[in-house]
């Protein structure tokens, strides 16, 4: 989400205008109070597929404009409600059209938040699943349903033998039945975004495939629950997890029953799912959680100019501006800060060590794996899962690594080619 306040601008031509297009977009847009931690009011400014945030001033010029028929006329009534503030018409003139207007009318491509994005189901077929699953969104039902995953949870893992064995009787039966469940469990997950988007009253997009960082993924574009209180927006974030939890307790009803084998991989799974998705590090809904609890859009981003604040201070460099999170009340400011040292922390140990240290382990494994399946097909014996589970997954994060290296390194690349 960007930002925009006036009326802070380096002038960049002399007689800016708007066009008599950007007059017509201006009527198009919609303007809602940003529930925020900030102290002043913050808005969520929105037209057509563009956003950003802004402070009251912008929005009160903005609304000024769309009930006027000139530019000049808009600004004028502007000018007048903020007498003697210190605006002159040509800094507003400026302002509208080298910053505000070019971010409501942006067209081409768009900074994507995935190495790779693929629409699966649009918004209209997923419509009537939206309308139809609306009403679980039931306080009660969802604390049930929460506590009743917890008890079942922990009588589960505190009372299963053999819990994290894997038969060597499974085949390739239960390995495809796991795969179909996972990415079943997973568009349930995001037709429950898709829901809680319809339970409060705002539209969703459609639901796709990503590549975050090198991890594949669903999504779901809830990009209007921006215009929604912190309270409502908490509840989408949460509600795909609290689909899978309604699954959950189906699948241990069936375990505490008959005892399978691939009920329990199941359910191990599904809890393997939930501790990725609730982590505030990466842009999953923990992320978005924890932006909703501390009340700061754009998390990551303040996070990053909160410690480029700091470090100029204690370098005796000029330092920019005060950052977003030093601007919000001072109990978010705490967790924030907080925050914004742990993600980093946490990133620079997921990208210097994990991830070096798999690419080590791979290398020298993963042949003698190879071996080791060939040495079972030769004899006609059956793989062990175990080992096929291992190969599977290790080939399929080395993959996606190498991936994510070769689009993170492209764009340099290509500006090189281009440079010479």
Known sequence: MMSTVLPYLTPKRNNPVLKHEEMEELSGITMTRLSCSVHDDRYIVMSKDN???????????????????????????????????????????????????????????????????????????????????????????????????????????????????????????????????????????????????????????????????????????????????????????????????IILIVLFAGFLTTGNDLLRYMILTMNFGFLLTLNPFFRFDGYWIATDMLGVPNLRKRSTELLKYLFS??????????????????????????????????????????????????IGSFPQEVEQLVLCMANNITPPFALLRNMFSQSLFFALIIFMMYRMLLPFVRKRMNKE
Request: hydrophobic content about 45%; glycine content about 6%; aromatic content about 14%.
């Open 51 to 245: 956003h950003m945030e802004a402070n009251r001033l912008t929005v009160e010029l903005l609304e000024a404009l769309q009930k006027a028929a000139t530019e000049d006329e808009g600004i004028d009534t502007f000018m007048k409600e903020h007498h003697g503030e210190g605006f002159t018409a040509q800094q507003i003139k400026r302002l509208l059209a080298e910053k505000i207007m070019p971010r409501l009318m942006k067209t081409g491509k768009r900074k994507k938040p995935f190495l790779y994005q693929r629409q699966l189901l649009n918004q209209e077929q997923i419509d009537a699943f939206s309308d139809r699953l609306s009403p679980l969104f039931n306080k009660y039902l969802m604390c049930g349903v929460f506590v009743s995953t917890v008890v079942l949870d922990t009588f589960f893992f505190s009372s299963t033998e053999n819990l994290l064995e894997f038969a060597n009787t499974t085949n390739a039966f239960t390995i495809v039945a796991l795969l179909v469940f996972i990415v079943a469990s997973s568009l349930f997950h995001e037709l429950g975004h898709a829901a809680a988007c319809k339970r409060f009253g705002v539209e969703h997009g459609g639901i796709g495939f990503g590549l975050y960082i090198n991890f594949p993924v669903l999504y779901t574009d809830v990009t209007n629950v921006w215009r929604l209180p912190r309270r409502k927006r908490l509840v989408v974030n949460i509600a795909g997890v609290y689909f899978q939890c």
């Open 313 to 362: 201070r204690m370098t005796g460099k000029p330092a920019a501006d005060k950052p977003y999170l030093l601007q919000i009340r001072r109990r978010e400011q705490m967790l924030g800060i907080l925050y914004a040292l742990t993600v980093n922390i946490f990133m620079g140990f997921y990208f210097f060590y994990v991830i070096p240290v798999f690419l080590y382990d791979f």
